[in-house]
């Protein structure tokens, strides 16, 4: 079963002028960080459903690149089919790839 993986990423503020990466190093780097999350998350839920309900979990990556402090801040969403479920997926989401 494919796993589905819901992307926002966007870049906000203001860009100093001596920003180590220009825009299109920015699109690169959302674009990398797209596939390496990707990558990894169908790699770990490849196989991993529901045994209650036959069910794969959704997620949502939401990725904030902060252009002031230049940092990346990234929040996964993940849901499920039920509370049981989503404890599962979150030990796997947990353990290291
Ligand atoms: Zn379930």
Redesign the pocket.
Known sequence: MAVDIEFDLRVEGDEPPDAFLDSRERQLMLESTRRSIGSGLRRKFESVV?E??A?APRFTISGVYDNAIEEMDIQYHVD???Q??LLRVMRILNQRA
Do not use: K, L
């Open positions: 529901c209650e309900h069910e499920t089919c039920c049981g479920f």
